[in-house]
């Protein structure tokens, strides 16, 4: 009888054992692409059931500055998902749609799920699978997969990321944005800053701030004196600034994911920003310049 009850207690254990996806205190950081400092948070708020699937509601949260003085705090959506044998779900436009998948193999792949206020975008983008593997973090032993980001003829679109265990991309959103969107959905959230659970410490390998860094007293008084320009242009954009002093660009896609560094030495030389290799569409370019920061939207036609 003994040896029954602690059977039972051992299998008990593991069947309600919390799950590695969205766990009891999941928090994720994202850094904000669009025209306010500050940041995304997505938060597990608590377990709910939908159509009798019980899954995850995942708060998100826009913390910032609008125009860069006035503070923001606001709630503006939320995101139901649930993790099952290793596949995490979301839900969109009424269906349970695949958001990660980590049983895949290499060459494998899945279509991004459309997001919910575009119903009449047809589904045309795919993840697929480049590379498997695991990596310890904080302990624990994690699945990860490098993928690519393809059209419909699972031709790449030039852009890959690593998607982990308990913590979704480590490059971009957790949401991935599907390319029939163009910009419709850009400024939800961008590169990924820092996750962080009850029994699991944050993970912010990219990321030197705090998670909830909105921006400092030094960077809100100096704005950046750059102008890029044709603006839309065909991916060729002129930099005119009057200093000399070194200045670095990072240019980010829609979806928040880096798509290339620049690095000038003297920008005020006749310097351009080359973005000609990429697809048509919106970028956030991320300018640092002798102390001085700052974010401008970029269209190439």
């Known amino acids: ?27 994720w950081h994202y850094s904000y692409i669009g025209f306010a400092s500050g940041y995304v948070e997505i938060a597990n ?49 009424n269906q349970w749609k695949v958001l990660y998948n980590f049983n895949a193999t290499v060459g494998e792949h899945w279509p991004i799920a459309p997001m919910p206020d575009f119903g009449s975008c047809i589904q045309n983008s795919q993840l697929k699978v480049l590379a498997t593997g695991t990596k310890v973090i904080n302990a624990e032993t994690l699945k990860y997969l490098v993928v690519d980001f393809c059209n419909p003829d699972l031709s790449s679109q030039g852009i890959q990321d690593t998607i982990i ?45 705090v ?10 008084a100096a704005v950046i004196q750059i ?39 003297n920008p005020s030389a006749n310097a351009t920003l080359q973005l000609t290799s990429q697809a048509k569409g919106v970028y956030f370019a991320h300018m640092s310049q002798g102390g001085q920061k700052g974010v401008k939207k970029l269209v190439v036609e």
């Open 211 to 220: 998670c909830d860094f909105i921006v400092s007293t030094d960077e809100l």
């Open 1 to 27: 009888m003994k040896t029954t009850l602690f059977l039972f207690a051992v299998l008990f254990s593991a069947a309600t054992y919390a799950q590695s996806w969205a766990p009891a205190g999941a928090k």
């Open 227 to 265: 102008e890029l320009a044709p603006n839309p242009s065909n991916g060729v954009f002129e930099i005119k600034t009057e200093k000399q002093e070194p200045l670095d660009i990072l240019v980010y896609n829609q979806a928040g994911v880096l798509v290339s560094k620049h690095h000038f030495e």
């Open 165 to 209: 265990e308990k913590i979704g991309f480590t490059g971009s959103y957790m949401m991935p944005a599907d390319y029939c969107l163009m910009s419709l959905d850009g400024n939800e959230g961008g590169p990924f800053r820092c996750y962080s659970d009850n029994n699991f410490n944050t993970y912010k390998p990219f990321y030197d701030e």
């Open 45 to 93: 708020v608590g377990d709910t059931v939908i159509a009798g699937q019980t899954c995850q509601k995942l708060q998100k949260t826009f913390n910032g500055l609008q125009f860069g003085v006035t503070p923001m705090n606001y709630v503006f959506d939320t995101t139901y998902t649930y993790e099952n044998n290793g596949i995490v779900y979301v839900l969109e436009q």
